[in-house]
């Protein structure tokens, strides 16, 4: 009875609102608000600050259900992701995610809430854009690529430190930062680990503005990075006659041809990367570097 009562609380949240006010949404990890002239956008909030956003399997979870009811509903054209406090994403969270299966069986990262995101983010037939509000690691650079349009505040920087943990590239990361920048330029990114700014993302293509003077940290104020995005694709876009049928048609056009391959190479990253998992190789990285000493080691 008390798990159908959970199930029934759980489910119970996970509606998306009706009305333009912040709320929470799904398991408690994003927070959500509709905006635009026809309330077709979602900006949805990375919700974690005090862990600087860092990816738990529960956020994950929230974010392949947030991305599946905006591709069911017809009242929605496009999803802004943008994070809460000064950070975008800290990356994966290695103490609040799935770092190794707890009964000892072999990791099948496909199959567990890292690897549903990151195919339900490939499969999302709709407007995707990210507004990268300060600091991204890991997963929170990898996912830039699959997204429609990227705006960066100054303050965002960009790192992908998988070398250090004896990871692969994820997420496509090994074609799609090439595709975007080159070898040279995505070896830097990918092998020596560099962190990068704002400016020199622009410079790689990675974003298409950086756009200066947003100070808050709120992601739903007026003048936050999100609700600047968010305006210009409603104004540039879906206040054009027929705007939402004609951007989801371009989505489909420009984005969906590639899909079939994205979701080919993730697959085949992933099996590496389980590979390396299965083999202890990340663990004894881990373990090196001394991930787990304290709190604020234990993101990538």
Avoid at 155 to 183: H, N
């Amino acid at each position: 009875m008390m798990d159908v009562l959970l199930t029934l609380m759980l489910q119970s949240t996970m509606v998306l609102p009706q009305s333009s006010l912040p709320t929470s949404y799904g398991r408690g990890n994003i927070r959500v608000c509709r905006c635009g002239s026809k309330a077709s956008i979602l900006i949805v909030a990375l919700g974690r600050p005090k862990v600087k956003n860092a990816f738990s399997d529960d956020l994950y979870l929230d974010l392949v259900d947030v991305m599946t009811d905006v591709a069911s509903d017809s009242s929605f054209s496009a999803i802004v992701l943008t994070g809460m406090g000064s950070y975008f994403s800290s990356g994966a969270d290695l103490k609040g995610g799935s770092m190794m299966n707890e009964d000892g069986s072999a990791r099948d990262t496909l199959n567990i809430p890292p690897g549903r995101f990151m195919m339900a983010l490939i499969e999302f037939p709709k407007i995707l854009a990210v507004a990268v509000n300060g600091p991204a690691v890991g997963i929170g650079v990898t996912l830039l690529m699959h997204c429609d349009l990227c705006f960066c505040t100054e303050k965002a920087t960009l790192w992908a430190p998988f070398t250090r943990l004896a990871l692969v590239p994820e997420l496509c990361s090994s074609a799609t930062f090439i595709e975007s920048m080159g070898l040279s330029k995505a070896n830097e990114l990918l092998l020596l680990g560099k962190k990068i700014d704002a400016d020199t993302a622009l410079q790689w293509n990675i974003c298409s503005q950086v756009v200066r003077g947003t100070n808050t940290t709120e992601p739903f104020d007026d003048n936050s990075l999100a609700k600047r995005m968010a305006r210009e694709i409603d104004e540039r876009l879906l206040q054009l006659p027929l705007g939402d049928r004609t951007g989801e048609i371009f989505v489909r056009l420009v984005r969906g041809q590639r899909q079939a391959r994205m979701q080919h190479l993730c697959r085949t990253e992933l099996v590496k990367l389980d590979e390396r998992f299965n083999g202890g190789e990340v663990l004894e990285a881990t373990m090196q570097l001394g991930m787990f000493k304290n709190d604020r080691q234990s993101r990538l």
